[in-house]
Each structure stands twice: as C-alpha cells, then as structure tokens.
C-alpha cells in the first residue's frame, strides 16, 4: 500500500502560509485517518471532530517545528494520540490497555518455532463479504490492537511510525498485531457465513 | 524444520505483521522460509487474506463524523482567506 509522502519545501511553504487550496486539500487527505483513528479509539462523533480540531490547532501552532519530513498524517496522529489520552483522563474512561500476556497461549517456543502452527485459512477464503465481517470483529480487539491494525493494513504505515504514533515499542507493536489477527481469525471463523 | 538465512518462524511471523517482509533483503528471507515451511506458508495466506478484508473496509472512515463540516470549520478556523461565497465544492 502506498505510504503518505513526507511534504515538498513548495507544499511546505504554501501550509505555512495557510493557503486556502493547500490546507482544503491536507485537510481532505488527513481527516478520513484522523477519523478512522478516533473511531478506533472509541470517539466518535462531536467528540472526534473536537478532538481532530485540537489536533489541528496544536500542529497550526507548533508549525514552525514541522519539518515535512515526516508524513504529514503520521505527525497529526502523534498529536492526536496525545488528545485522545486527554481526553480519555478527563471522562475517567482508562481501561486495561491491552490483554496480559500470561492469558495468552504462546505460540511460538522458546527456540522460535511454531508450538501449534496454524491451520490453513481454506474456510476464512471463501467467506462471503469479508470486509463488512472484518469490521464487527474489529469490535472485538482492544483499543490498541484495533488502532495498531487499523494502521498497519488499511493505512499501510510501518512499524516505527505505528509504534511512535501508539507509543509502543516496535517489540510491543509485534504482539498487539500478532494477537489482533488472531483474535480476528477466531472471530471470523466464528461467524458461519462461510459458503 | 530447517532455519535457511537463519530465520525462525517467530521472526517471519513478526516481519510479515509489520510490514517489514516487503524490504530488501528480508523478503528474500522472508520468502526463502515460506518455501520450506507449511505452517509459515498458512499464516502468510491467512494475513493476505485478512489485509484484503481490511483494503475492502475502505478508506472511508465508518463514523458519524461529518468530513465535510469538518472540513468548513477547519478552513473558517485555520485558512489565511475568508471563505468563497458557496463553498470551495
């Protein structure tokens, strides 16, 4: 998948000067992230675009420290991220951020092998509309599973921008992704809507 | 189980999860391994599959949000013009 590419010096330029083509055309390319994150932090609606707008507001502000040699979108979410963490502090709302590892079956052994290799994926290949399954299962993850996903295969970004935007070590990203998918499988597998 | 190129089943599985099966030399690792490995192979398959379901969620955000007035508010907010009469669209 195609990554966001960091900002050119013109482009660069036109932001600082608040252009009105330039920040409709940012604006429209980072929002549907911007949201999707949120969505999957559980904000949504009014709060999203509240959040999203303070988001904007701090990267407007602290433009100057904007370089463009990041993607543009990956140094919102790390903004973004920030506001969420606010946000949730403020309603009280911090729930366990991730399953304990000891509750999971470990898949591998110590030497690095597969303790139970995985079955073939023959029945989730021929499920019937894949992607609206995938989004009720996606339900099923916790929050930073979901968003780790989220960004890795629908956003397409790597493993050092996902793990700086979650502030989780690239080690700690393996393990929120290794345990999203299969918490999906077992999700997907579940749904008997296989043909 | 042979380990060619000195990967283990944990490390392909990690390098296929975070993308990193795509760069360079590992994905000649990477791919080297899955030849040799049954089980390696069906998780490979397994996360092809799962990333096409993900790519058919689309990119469009499943939210409420209204990216249009979203988008208004942002311009009244942050853009160094006023905004044309109607709109930009």
Known sequence: MKRPAPLSETELARLRSRDRGTLAAVFKEANPVLVRVCAANGVDGTDAEDLIAQTWEVFFADLGRFEGRSALTTFLCGILFNKIREHRRARGRFVSEDDPEKIHARPFTEDGWWNEPPAPPDRLLELKDAGRLLADCLEGLTVPQRSAFLLREVDGEDAVTIGSVLDVTVEHLRVLLFRAKAKLRACLEGRGDVV | ?89
């Open chain 2, 1 to 89: 189980m042979s380990n060619p190129f000195g990967m283990k089943c944990r490390d392909v599985v990690a390098a296929l999860d975070t993308g990193e099966a795509e760069k360079g030399f590992t994905r000649v690792r990477v791919f080297s391994h899955l030849l040799l490995c049954h089980a390696c192979r069906m998780y490979f398959k397994f996360s092809r599959f799962l990333s096409g379901a993900a790519r058919a969620l689309g990119r469009e955000p499943h939210s409420s949000v209204d990216l249009r007035k979203l988008e208004e508010r942002l311009l009244k907010s942050h853009s160094s013009e006023a905004a044309p009469p109607g709109g930009r669209r």
